[in-house]
């Protein structure tokens, strides 16, 4: 696995040894960031069940100017702070190691530009996600990747790819 785009892109990430971990595919982050780059650019990112980082790193890449990441599996979290030291950005980068729900639900409005939301495919993670963002909108954009027969409320942009489906919400 590695970054695509941007000033990292073609550099290797690190992914834990767990069958549980379900990284973005490289043409799923690619297209997802290039629907978003116009949102991207000094943005500041949140990525939520962040695993090995891919998606904020990602964007810091292409220019956001801070990613929150948050995870608390430990193989994750291992990967996760492995490569946020090799690309060098810890300065644009802050580990929240707690679980994502309670974090969602307790921020406070527009407290980000874009959100990236990846839980385990089959849970209803994403739908209490999604309700938490519909109640207090603390990000411009959420971007949501999930299984494709996961059935997600109306008003997004949606693309397919293979049996992951990607969803975006805007204010």
């Known amino acids: 696995m590695r970054i695509v785009g941007g000033r990292f892109a ?5 992914s834990p040894r767990d ?12 297209a997802l960031l290039d629907v978003l780059a116009p949102d991207i650019q000094g943005a500041r990112v949140l990525d939520l069940y962040a695993g090995t980082g891919a998606l904020g790193l990602e964007a810091i890449s292409r220019g956001a100017k801070w990613a929150d990441f948050v995870e608390f599996r430990p193989s994750s979290l291992h ?17 929240h190691v707690v679980d994502a729900l309670p974090f969602a639900g307790a921020l406070r409005e527009d407290a980000y530009d874009v959100a990236f939301v990846d839980p385990p ?15 207090r909108r603390f990000a411009r954009v959420l971007a949501a990747e999930h299984a494709r027969d996961h059935v997600l409320p109306p008003g ?6 293979d049996d992951t489906m990607i969803t975006i919400y805007r204010l």
């Open 10 to 14: 073609g550099r290797d990430l690190t």
């Open 79 to 95: 990967a996760l702070k492995a490569n946020v030291a090799a690309l060098r950005v810890r300065e644009k980068a802050r580990i």
């Open 156 to 161: 997004a942009l949606h693309r397919a790819f």
């Open 121 to 135: 495919y089959g849970s209803r993670q994403l739908d209490r996600v999604i309700e938490s963002w519909q109640a």
């Open 19 to 30: 069958f549980r971990v379900r990284p973005t595919a490289e043409h799923v982050r690619a």
